[in-house]
Each structure stands twice: as C-alpha cells, then as structure tokens.
C-alpha cells in the first residue's frame, strides 16, 4: 500500500475523515479534536486510541510501527461557508442532470409545452394561454411558435425547438435564419435538448440574431426560474454584523 492509501486508509479507519463522495473527504469532528491535542506529527500509536483502528488492525494483521500519516497536516479544512458553497454546487449540478433526462424523456408535445412555460417563467409571452396559442405551430417554414417579448405583442421572438441527442449543426442554424427572414423576424431562439457544434455557434454568432440554447443551459433556465423543480428546503445563514457591534 503506498503512502497516500497507506494514510487515507489509516485516518478513515480512525473516524478520522469522512467520505463525502467517491474519490473525496473531509476531516470529522474527531479529527479537528485530534489536531488541537497535537502539535507534532501523527503517528500510528495516536491512531490506536480509537478501538475502530484497534479493531481494524487486529482483522487485517498489521504491524504496530510508528510509521508518520502524513496526511492530515496537509489537509485543508474548508470553512463553513465554503463546505457550503460546495454542497450547493454539487446539489445543482446533480439536480441539471437529473432535469434534462427527464426532459429527454417527454414526448415532443409535453417537450413543446415545456418550453411555453419556461419562456414565459422568463418573462416572455404574457401568460401561458397567450405563448401557447403563439406555439404549435409546427412545420410553419421552420417557425415552432412565436411568443410576445412584451405586453403588447410589438416586438416578437420567433421559437424553434429540438428534442434531439445528437448535437445541432450549422445548417440547421442557417435553415432557421432563412425562416427568420421569410417571416421578417428580427430575432429567434434556438432551443434544443442536446449541445450545438463548434461552427453552429460560430454561425449564430456570425449571423447575430440568434440564441442558442443547449440542454445544459435549458436544465439552468429551469432551475433559475423554477420550472420544473420544488424547494425542498430552505436555509438562512447568518453571519456577525459588525456594525452593530461597532456602534455600540
């Protein structure tokens, strides 16, 4: 066993760290309690202060040495805040990729009305009865709906939509930029489920009045404004105002 499972090894087996996922851990209560009692190196003998260890020891046939586990001195203990910052972005990341295969799996009709309500969780489209008269409007010269960017319909963006897996190329880009200009459109929304090539983004930024929206950044959208997802708790963390106790 080399060092570095030699020590992460060791240190676990002491409830020393805890896992929080495969490949990572973090220093437990009772090894922050050890860190404080020690101010040189940790050795073997420490470790055997914890029948876990013992008990762990004893099953494997180790030899007691003093060999030194280099390895708490180096780990660095997040903060709080940052343990938190952590957990969350695992959590949303996590979360995106659960959404975006469950919206994989509608059918291009549930797809469609996804879609309505996310533009109009956005902002767009008045209500969901005004954008979802706007769509559906399938194989009308590649123009999948037509939502109202303000109240009163004086400004328009022009939707199309790809339930697809594999990546959306240029000349679908270019295909939609046609229907654009058929329409007299001055700007669309490119939305799939999938990813777009390096040159459909390269067309799109060369042609300008298209967004594209790949299904990473459709999971985001979702999340950010709620659709699709709950809340499922809510924390509010605080910290010393310094202010207050300034002013006193």
Not at 164 to 189: C, D, I, M, P
Not at 214 to 224: E, F, N, P, R, S
Request: glycine share 10%; proline share 2%.
């Amino acid at each position: 066993m080399n060092r570095i499972n030699w020590t992460v090894t060791y240190l676990s087996k002491a409830g020393l760290l805890t896992s929080t996922k495969r490949g990572h851990g973090q220093i437990s209560e009772r090894g922050r309690a050890l860190l404080k009692q020690k101010s040189g190196k940790i050795v073997t003998s420490d470790l055997d202060e914890y029948p876990e260890f013992l008990s762990f020891r004893t099953a494997n046939r180790k030899s007691d040495t003093q060999e030194v586990a280099p390895a708490i001195a180096p780990v660095h203990s997040e903060s709080p805040d940052e343990q938190l910052d952590t957990l969350y972005t695992e959590l949303s990341a996590a979360l995106a990729d659960e959404l975006l295969t469950q919206v994989r799996a509608l059918t291009p009709q549930q797809f469609e009305i996804l879609v309505v309500q996310l533009l109009v969780a956005m902002g767009y489209g008045g209500s969901v009865r005004d954008a979802g008269q706007a769509l559906g409007r399938s194989g009308d010269n590649g123009i999948d709906g037509v939502v109202k960017q303000d109240p009163l319909g004086l400004d328009k963006v022009y939707v199309q939509a790809k339930q697809w897996t594999n990546n959306v190329g240029s000349q679908e880009v270019r295909n939609f930029s046609g229907s654009l200009t058929y329409h007299k459109a001055s700007k669309g929304v490119l939305i799939t489920t999938a990813g777009f090539s390096s040159s459909a983004t390269d067309t799109a930024r060369q042609i300008g009045n298209i967004i594209l929206i790949g299904g990473d950044t459709l999971a985001d959208l979702m999340i950010q404004y709620g659709v699709g997802v709950i809340t499922r708790s809510t924390y509010l963390v605080k910290k010393i105002d310094s202010d207050f106790f300034e002013g006193i």
